[in-house]
T-cell receptor, first 113, second 113 residues
């Protein structure tokens, strides 16, 4: 079974803090994705990566950056957390670009005070 | 613009009845349409997909119908069970955009025993 793990289930940070969300997949997948999920808005793509050290902006990249130094790990960084970044963050991976199924982690509920 | 939306935010059905979850989309350029199921406290899980040039696809207890004329997608669940209670998302995937998924807002399905 594919396993996608996220470093924290719940996280509380203060405005202005730098926040790191970590995601690890154990199936040697090429592609990794970060989404945020908000009520009424569904899942929105923040960034994705199709190879080590490669990254592409999604639909809402502002205020975020990412890092993919190793194939199995994809990190989401909030340079200076703001209250409007309070959300559920979901990481996903897939084997290749034309593979329809993305495998999701359990999510990190981030609250920015 | 790109958007995938759902007609109803909530759906309540009796156990054993059939469920129909609807989705409207606006962009006809996607490669596949996909349904995901998200149970409480978990990440979304792939259910079934349908290629954009098909009208119908059946899985185990699920059927997806695609009407390209009116840009409408539906997920039918036969003999709905309590374990089907979840939020269901439709999504489009674009291979030429790195396997990017665009999600709808989601419909919450509640199954009454």
């Amino acid at each position: 079974d594919v396993k996608v793990t996220q470093s924290s289930r719940y996280l509380v940070k203060r405005t202005g803090e730098k926040v790191f969300l970590e995601c690890v997949q154990d199936m040697d997948h090429e592609n990794m994705f970060w989404y945020r999920q908000d009520p009424g808005l569904g899942l929105r793509l923040i960034y994705f990566s199709y190879d080590v050290k490669m990254k592409e902006k999604g639909d809402i990249p502002e205020g975020y950056s990412v890092s993919r130094e190793k194939k199995e790990r994809f990190s989401l960084i909030l340079e200076s957390a703001s209250t409007n970044q309070t959300s559920m963050y979901l990481c996903a991976s897939s084997p290749r670009l034309d593979y329809n199924e993305q495998f999701f982690g359990p999510g990190t509920r981030l609250t920015v005070l | 613009g790109e958007s995938v939306g759902l007609h109803l935010p909530t759906l309540s059905v009796q156990e054993g009845d059939n469920s129909i979850i609807n989705c409207a989309y606006s962009n006809s350029a996607s490669d596949y349409f996909i349904w995901y199921k998200q149970e409480s406290g978990k990440g979304p899980q792939f259910i079934i997909d349908i290629r954009s040039n098909m009208d119908k696809r059946q899985g185990q207890r699920v059927t997806v119908l695609l009407n390209k004329t009116v840009k409408h997608l539906s997920l039918q669940i036969a003999a709905t069970q309590p374990g089907d209670s979840a939020v269901y998302f439709c999504a489009e995937i674009y291979y030429n955009q790195g396997g990017k998924l665009i999600f709808g807002q989601g419909t919450e399905l509640s199954v009454k025993p």
